[in-house]
Every structure is written in C-alpha cells, then in structure tokens.
C-alpha cells in the first residue's frame, strides 16, 4: 500500500505516530540529519526490491540513469492495471501522474492541472482518482476543525514514491537544495509518506490529511477515531523558531481540547518546546 518506510529500509521500523497520539514526544530524539543524507533518503525511494535503494548511488549520472531504466518500467506496470478498468488515453495519464509527481505535497487544484495539460476539468477529476486509485498518489483529504470531518474537494497530493517524484522533476541530485520549491515538496512528501505508513499500523481509524483555513494551514494532521489530532509542520531547514509554529497554534485553538500536540519537524537534532503543547522534534525520529 506505501513504499518502505526508512525505519523498514534499515531494519529498525518505528511507529511515532501512535507515541504522538499519545502525548509522547519527548523520548523520540533522532540524530542531526545532515543534507546529503536526507537527499539520499529521498532519491533512493522505498519501492521494494529498487535498485535506487542501495546505498552508495551518490553520483548524478549514475542515480540519472538508474532512475531512467527504472521508473517507466514501474509506471507502466502500475497504469496496466487500470486500462482494463477505466477509459483513459495512456499517453495523457501519464503526462497527469509526471506532472503531479514533479510538484509533490500540493494542495489539488483541478483547474490548474486541467489548464496545464491542456484536459478539461472533469478529465483532470478523473485522471487524478484513476491514479489515486492505482497507489500512485495518496490524498491526504483537508480536515474541518469544527468536527472530526474531511472534505475530499482540497486534498493534498503525496506521490507514491519520493524518488519517482526526483526523477519526475528532472532536478539532478546535486541540484535538489538549489530548488527550494521542489526540494520542499520532496522533503514533505517523505514526511507524510512516512506518516501515512506508520498510521495505517497504528489503531484503526487513525488518518492523515492536512488543513488549511483563511490564511493559516499546517502541512499535516494526524487524527484518531475519536477526533484527537496531532499537528504536523515540515521544515526542510536546520534550525527553527516560534515563527513556525502559527500554523499549529491557530490549529490549536480551533480544536481545543481535541488538540494533543503539534510537532515542527526539522534537520536538526534536539527535541524541545517550542510553544506550549507544540515542540520541535528532528526529522530523524520518524525513523531512528
């Protein structure tokens, strides 16, 4: 259903998310993830069985060429499925799912996507849901704070893997941190894969989504049968400060008591309070 998580492609696979639910942060403290290794972590992908996931392919045109000989071959035997199921020219679905998986984590815009690929709208719906429904993209649905409800018209996008996803951007290794949009969108798009992994092995009910009001919005949220919810930012940074916690603080307020904690992931090493019930945390204690 999700790729490897990191925990799983270093044998030591851990479920954060069900510590958080409970309140627990405080005892998850990874390492100071350095840049190239997060990039490492992103380019190799968790599709089992991938050549891009041994370690040690660094190289640009060696990770270019692997990826090249790899991710069609993979595309091609996840859209075969739907041809049989679904109406669909082949050429413009793949446009679709290159187009997405080049701008990973975005918030679904039907018309732009339409726009862009020249298709009309109700295509656009469409192709989007074939490819959700062939675990090419996962949609993580908009969140309402005034209940434990979702919408599905806002969902974000989290491609399937976050090395189809590099290859799809046609940004070369070297040149990720050079291309703060994209790097961005990968950095996230790891995070709610990884969090979307650890949720579907934690207690029944548990779901993924993000949410967005007026001008405030936080990158992920993590909520239980019962409406508990933890908030989750994601900084590709080093370092962070009370100024990235106003996503999760206006959260916060909405949901009151059903607000457990919120968690600003970053590249840097310590776990510490940021604000109260919301804490910095490295991006490491998904997985170490």
Avoid at 17 to 30: P, Q, S
Avoid at 43 to 58: A, K
Avoid at 151 to 163: E, G, N, R, S
Wanted: proline share 4%; with cysteine; net charge negative.
């Amino acid at each position: 259903m999700f790729p490897l998580t990191v925990g799983e492609r270093t044998g030591r696979p851990i479920n954060v998310v069900e510590a958080w639910m409970a309140g627990d942060i405080a005892t998850h403290t990874g390492p100071e993830l350095v840049a190239d290794d997060l990039i490492s972590y992103v380019i190799q992908g968790g599709l089992p069985g991938s050549i891009l996931n041994r370690p040690g392919v660094v190289s640009n045109d060696e990770w270019w060429m692997l990826a090249t000989e790899t991710m069609p071959t993979y595309l091609e035997s996840a859209l075969s499925l739907l041809y049989g199921k679904y109406d669909a020219d082949r050429q413009r679905l793949v446009r679709t799912i290159g187009y997405l998986a080049a701008n990973p984590a975005q918030i679904l815009n039907v018309s732009r996507l339409a726009n862009e690929l020249e298709l009309s709208r109700d295509t656009a719906r469409r192709y989007t849901e074939m490819l959700s429904d062939a675990l090419l993209i996962h949609r993580l649905p908009s969140v309402r704070s005034t209940a434990h409800k979702t919408i599905a018209a806002h969902p974000k996008l989290a491609v399937f893997d976050t090395a189809f996803a590099s290859w799809a951007a046609g940004v070369a290794p070297s040149e990720l941190l050079l291309n703060g949009l994209v790097w961005g969108g990968l950095v996230e798009n790891l995070v709610a894969l990884e969090l979307l992994a650890q949720a579907s092995w934690s207690r029944p009910g548990t779901t993924v989504g993000h949410w967005r009001e007026s001008s405030s919005e936080v990158d992920c949220v993590i909520t239980d049968a019962g409406g508990k919810t933890v908030g989750v930012e994601v900084k590709a940074a080093s370092s962070v400060s009370n100024r990235d916690t106003a996503g999760l603080r206006a959260l916060a307020k909405r949901l009151g008591d059903r607000f457990v904690l919120g968690v600003v992931l970053y590249r840097g090493a310590i776990t510490f309070e940021l604000d109260e019930h919301i804490w910095a945390a490295p991006i490491s204690a998904l997985w170490a």
